[in-house]
Structure formats: C-alpha cells, structure tokens
C-alpha cells in the first residue's frame, strides 16, 4: 500500500515532535536539577510521562476511528510496575528506593512507560471504516418487529390510496353521465 502524501507529512511532524520533546526534556532536567530531589524529580517525572503519551501519539497516526479497548494485560504488566519504579524512585519508604533514586535512566524509562502504556491499556489504534455504497444501504432487508410493522403500515396504506382512487374514479364518471345525460335534454 503506497503512502500519501498527507501520511508522510504526518509521519515527519510525528518524528519532529518526538525529537523536539527530547530536546525540551533535557531542558527540564537541567532546570530540575537544582530544586530539591523530590521536588525536581516529581516534575522530571511529569515530564517524561507527558513524553510517553506524546511518543504514544506519535506512534499510533493513522487513519480511521480510534479502538477503545481495555487491556488488563497492559495495566498489569506495563503501567503498575512503571507506577511501583517511579514511587520507589521518589519516595524513600518504598523498597529499593536506595537504588532507584540514583538511577535516573531507570525511572525515567519508567515514566516514559508509564505515559505510552496508560493511553495503550485504553486504546488500541485505528481501525479503518469500510465504505459502503448508499444502494447496499438503501437495500438492507430486515425481517421482524418494526421493520415488518413499517412495511405491513406502508402497503395498508397503498391499498387505503387505491380504494380511495378507484371510488374517486367511479364518483367522476357518474358525475360525468349524469353532465351527459343533462346536456342532452
């Protein structure tokens, strides 16, 4: 399937807004890096969860309409120990919070994580919507409860018009002879 060239322009503003958000993201850790620990890392770490929704973002263009489907899977195996990795991180009553608050890499992958599998528990991708042509429509038949009490109401109605017609018609023509029959005397 050969792109357009509105999905290769999406697809470059994709790349950009990734490579951009990084550039940003050292920024912010250079900014951080000077408030306290706790204070400097709960922002860093905002930062990086917004980073991972926009990576999601990023990854899932396309065309179509969004899927919504949960995924406990995700939430078990993804999203809780990136959420367990950032608190340890943070907070120094977790376990291994020793380790981890040393190892910026490590809990900020987490909140990376953490950002692109809580959009990603939720929603799936695109699925695409098939065209259907407005005569498949129109010709869609089905059989039962109002559908059936519409089209019984319909011909009820047809027969109503055709039996008003016909008397219509007869009354016509007896007005007519009797015109008739009045002109010739």
């Not at 357009?4 to 470059?12: A, G, I, P, Q, V």
């Not at 306290?36 to 929704?53: E, P, Q, T, Y």
């Not at 020793?98 to 953490?114: S, T, Y």
Request: net charge negative; with cysteine; hydrophobic share 55%.
């Amino acid at each position: 399937m050969k792109k357009s060239s509105r999905e290769k322009l999406n697809l470059f503003f994709s790349a950009f807004l990734v490579i951009g958000y990084i550039v940003c993201a050292y920024f912010f850790m250079t900014l951080t890096s000077n408030m306290k620990d706790g204070v400097g890392n709960l922002i860093s770490a905002g930062v990086f969860v917004l980073f991972g929704l926009i990576v999601f973002y990023a990854t899932r263009v396309g065309e179509g309409v969004p899927v919504k489907r949960f995924s406990p899977i995700v939430l078990f195996v993804l999203d809780l120990p990136a959420l367990l990795i950032i608190l340890a991180a943070l907070l120094p009553a977790f376990p291994l919070h020793n380790i981890l608050v040393d190892a910026d890499a490590v809990w900020m992958l987490a909140a990376i994580a953490l950002g692109y599998g809580i959009p990603f528990a939720f929603l799936s991708g695109f699925e695409l919507i098939e065209e259907v042509e407005e005569e498949e429509e129109l010709n869609v038949v089905v059989e039962g409860g109002i559908a059936q009490e519409l089209s019984a109401a319909e011909e009820t109605a047809e027969e109503t018009e055709e039996v008003a017609d016909e008397v219509a018609d007869e009354q016509d023509v007896k007005e007519l002879e009797a015109l008739d029959g009045a002109e010739a005397e």
